[in-house]
């Protein structure tokens, strides 16, 4: 069993603010981590390496200094890192990010792919269910828990607004997973110690074949007209009451504003 | 010297800060409370490889540094003191010094099981009447065919009844003074040891401390660490590298209390602003800071050393000596901060203190260190 995840090196976004003015992200001084969606997808796969040995290749795309992803990824214990980074890759939206990380998916030998949900800096969800057209794969997206039955089925639950889905489905496929769905393990001692010493393939756009006018800022259809901070609500009102009165107070609210 | 953070150290401390803050934390208030041994804690730390940090691969530890082990303590001391000590006795007490006089033998049979945490180690030097004066050792080994028979009481052990291996001191010729002292190794269960009461300590209420008692207790003879008449040494050696362990605990107790500070002088308001908007808080802040990072610089110099193979001794004793004041200092003034509210159990102040002070004491009181350095000086 081959999977591949990918994940991507984002800022802390509990930590970030928005210039109000430029209306861009201000990323000076705030830590950048592993998005927390990439890290349950890949704690899935670490426990398909635990329990099936499954070998597990991590790949991000980003800029040089995303290397420290793939690096804490090897000391959660994946066998093999892939940087995608190139000049010709900056600027990407998601369509032009899919399109990278799906041409050079070609290129790499797997029977599932898993991405995160969505990333916290974008919020898209869009590059999981993008790579899986590209490559022809079936999706399910959502995913908060998967059961393989050590051949090539998975049972899958598909988080939905009001409930779940339980869904059966055979490798290959691409999984997209919430953070939510477990606990990711902590990097061990010894996987630290070691995951300098390991080799971080570097692949730029002549690596593997791909189509290089739908990379990068040419590739992307998306124009952002602005971005802007939401204006703050009001404060809300506090009562400490017991929970009779606290109906009564809360009826009566939703009856003034007539929505009962 | 140059203690900037590498790229190794800095993805370790993102690890090990997250599980202290995850992990730790949320129990220290409680096992402080209970006085009970983290034992999940203890379980949690074995799956990512806390227990044999500078413990080289060939013998199953994680092949660190002893900057990265020091790191550890403080991190896990900077929420919970408790937990530091637990690896701290383990790895510089029970598994260094069978690391660096133990025969081959030795380490290829203990190390591999104390480096992934399976045995816990502990180390028995300190006796009713031997402290600070260690060389007055009552504990007796008498060598009787194959087997050393030992007699004697240790108190005050860290990890005791929790431990599997325990780094044992015992006199093999009285006539001799400190060089009739020799080390041994003795395994729980052995028969004729057993563990007496638990102490009620007023910190690190979490650690099991305990006294060893040894009534005709029979070892192998091949269970003699380093030579026979080098205890004292191997001791004296140990506690140098130990004290690292408890600078780092004491560093991150003050880091921990000053952080607590920082918090709550920015949220508590009296006379209509913040404590944090006075300048004598400013101030003092200040000054503890400056305190907690040249505490901080002595520490990483003394592991520095340890690392390098260079002599550390005297700057262990100076990193713990400086560090262990540094700890009762801020956490003195954390609880000052918080006023009445830093008095009770709602705020972990208090209990940072009550933790801050074993560091004035145990593995060489503050009086000790300054013997030590004093030793150096005056030669």
Request: charged content about 25%; hydrophobic content about 40%.
């Amino acid at each position: 069993m081959k999977i591949v995840v990918c994940i991507k090196q984002v800022p802390d976004t509990t930590e970030i603010k928005i210039d109000p003015v430029a209306g861009t992200l201000i990323r000076t001084g705030v830590p950048s981590i592993m998005n927390p969606d990439d890290k349950g997808g890949l704690e899935f796969a670490l426990q398909l390496k635990d329990n099936y040995n499954a070998q597990v290749t991590v790949i991000t795309m980003g800029p040089p200094q995303a290397d420290a992803v793939l690096r804490e990824a090897f000391a959660m214990g994946v066998d093999r890192a892939i940087l995608l980074t190139d000049r010709v890759f900056a600027g990407a939206d998601t369509l032009a990010t899919s399109n990278a990380l799906a041409a050079a998916l070609k290129n790499i030998d797997y029977d599932i792919i898993i991405t995160g949900r969505q990333a916290i800096d974008g919020d898209t969800a869009q590059v999981g269910p993008q790579i899986a057209e590209h490559l022809g794969l079936p999706q399910i997206s959502y995913v908060t828990d998967l059961k393989f039955d050590g051949e090539k089925n998975f049972t899958v639950k598909k988080e939905t607004e009001d409930g779940y889905q339980l869904l059966s489905v055979d490798a290959p496929c691409l999984f997209t997973v919430l953070a939510s769905a477990n606990k990711a393990r902590y990097m061990s001692v010894a996987g630290i110690i070691d995951a300098f010493d390991k080799e971080v393939e570097v692949w730029s756009a002549d690596t593997f074949p791909v189509d290089k006018s739908k990379l990068g800022l040419n590739g992307s259809p998306t124009r952002v007209k602005k971005s802007f901070t939401k204006g703050t609500k009001a404060a809300g009102q506090m009562y400490e009451v017991d929970s009779e009165q606290a109906v009564e107070i809360i009826i009566n609210k939703l009856k003034e504003k007539f929505i009962i | 010297m140059d203690f900037s953070i590498n790229k190794k150290e800095e993805l370790f401390l993102q690890m090990i800060r997250s599980f202290a803050e995850n992990e730790v934390k949320p129990l220290a208030a409680e096992i402080d409370d209970q006085e009970c041994f983290p034992i999940e804690t203890v379980e949690k730390m074995k799956k990512i490889g806390l227990f044999g940090i500078p413990i080289p691969k060939e013998y199953g530890g994680q092949g660190g540094t002893n900057q990265m082990y020091s790191m550890a303590v403080e991190e896990l001391s900077r929420v919970c003191a408790t937990t530091g000590v637990i690896v701290s006795a383990h790895t510089s007490l029970g598994m260094s010094p069978i690391l660096e006089n133990g025969t081959e033998e030795q380490k290829q049979y203990y190390l591999p099981k104390m480096a992934s945490g399976e045995w816990l180690g502990a180390f028995g030097l300190t006796e009713p009447n031997a402290g600070t004066d260690a060389a007055m050792q009552q504990t007796t080994a008498v060598l009787d065919g194959d087997e050393w028979v030992l007699n004697g009481n240790k108190i005050f052990i860290t990890n005791a009844g929790y431990a599997h291996v325990y780094v044992v001191f015992a006199m093999t010729d009285k006539s001799l003074g400190t060089k009739g002292i020799s080390a041994f190794i003795v395994e729980k269960d052995t028969p004729g040891f057993t563990f007496g009461k638990k102490e009620l300590k007023m910190g690190i209420r979490g650690s099991a401390t305990r006294e060893l008692i040894f009534e005709n207790c029979r070892i192998p003879k091949a269970n003699l660490l380093g030579k026979e008449g080098k205890g004292f040494a191997i001791a004296m050696k140990t506690l140098d590298g130990g004290r690292i362990g408890i600078a780092s605990q004491a560093l991150g107790i003050a880091q921990g209390a000053l952080d607590e500070t920082i918090k709550y002088t920015k949220e508590r308001k009296q006379f209509g602003r913040a404590l944090a908007a006075f300048q004598n808080t400013q101030f003092q802040i200040a000054n503890l800071e400056t305190r907690v990072q040249a505490a901080r610089l002595l520490v990483r110099s003394a592991s520095y050393k340890k690392d390098s193979g260079l002599p550390y001794s005297a700057d262990a004793a100076m990193c713990k000596l400086f560090a262990a004041e540094t700890a009762m200092e801020v956490t003195t003034k954390a609880v000052q901060f918080h006023g009445g509210y830093g008095y009770t159990r709602e705020y972990p102040v208090e209990r940072m203190m009550r933790d801050a002070k074993i560091t004035e004491i145990y593995e060489g009181t503050s009086e000790v260190q300054r013997m030590v350095i004093a030793g150096k000086l005056f030669k």
